[in-house]
């Protein structure tokens, strides 16, 4: 699929200028990483691209089409993982919150539990089924989070921060999981400050600034602009990045 956004301009009641004209395209299967600074607009351009919110111009288009005109579907193929975990989590168990969602749209048991098998199995969460939502860990979360967004097949995951908060092995368990779903031809949009958790493994390296995206290149013709463009760049060269997988690295 095709996701595009076109110039989008949001301003707020208060003022406050969100989205400057911010133009992002996005071709699945693909791994994009989407950086910039604290306010820079990354959350609110994330919302626009699943019809959450608005712009007050510019467009959003799915396969060429306007989001608003199929909104059901494109939800379908778009699945957003918050910044907050919790704040997603709508079941007490695991498999019921990952049921959650085509429960409520009216699918019967026999045709949603083969999904909702794959989508566990795919955030690393076979066997925690009848485990108590409330009784995981941080990092098991965000993987739930995970299998939950998982469960309508999207074709395209946005995950916003995935890595906050996580310890080394959970955010390797998690970035596991992306490598494995991008690897089965889903597209993947992380939205992070963490950049040498996915650098060495993203197609393309976006960064945003004051509502804008002011880079949109190869992580690699990047890495020496990182520091200008207000970005911690991790230790060592690109090409020991590259390398030295993140993932296996300490293993
Ligand atoms: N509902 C709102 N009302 C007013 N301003 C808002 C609202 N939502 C977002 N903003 C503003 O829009 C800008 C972009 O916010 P956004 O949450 O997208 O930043 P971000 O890049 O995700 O930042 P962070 O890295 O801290 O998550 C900020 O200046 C923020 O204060
Ligand atoms: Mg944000």
């Known amino acids: 699929m095709k996701l595009e956004l076109r110039n989008l301009v949001k301003t707020f009641a208060d003022g406050t200028r969100g989205l400057d004209g911010a133009s992002l395209s996005i071709e699945t299967p693909s791994f994009v990483a ?8 990354k959350s609110l351009l994330i919302r626009h691209a699943l019809g959450l919110e608005e712009a007050d111009s510019g467009e959003v288009l799915v396969d060429g089409r306007p989001l608003h005109s199929r909104l059901a579907e494109a939800r379908r193929r778009i699945a957003l ?22 429960r409520a749209a009216g699918e019967r048991p026999e045709s949603y539990a083969p999904r909702v098998e794959a989508a566990l199995e795919a955030a690393g969460l076979a066997g925690y089924g009848p485990r108590l939502c409330a009784g995981l860990s941080g990092g098991e979360k965000r993987r739930l989070a995970v299998a939950s967004a998982l ?3 999207p074709e395209l995951i946005v995950l916003d921060e995935p890595f906050n908060g996580l310890d080394w092995a959970g955010a390797s368990d998690l970035l596991a999981v992306v490598l494995r779903l991008r690897a089965s031809g889903v597209g993947v949009l992380v939205v992070t ?4 958790k996915c650098l060495a493994h993203a197609d393309r390296l976006v960064v945003m600034d004051a509502g804008r995206i002011v880079r949109d290149d190869a992580p690699a013709a990047l890495w020496e602009e990182l520091p ?3 970005l911690r760049r991790p230790a060592g060269g690109y090409e020991r990045l590259a ?3 993140w993932l296996t690295e300490g293993a």
């Open 34 to 41: 989407l950086s910039g600074q604290n306010g820079s607009g």
């Open 81 to 102: 993982v918050f910044q907050e975990p919790e704040h997603q989590i709508l079941g007490v168990t695991v498999r019921e919150d990952v049921e959650f969602g085509p």
């Open 151 to 153: 469960v309508s097949e």
């Open 193 to 196: 400050h963490d950049l040498e």
């Open 228 to 230: 200008s463009l207000g």
């Open 243 to 245: 390398e030295m997988s």
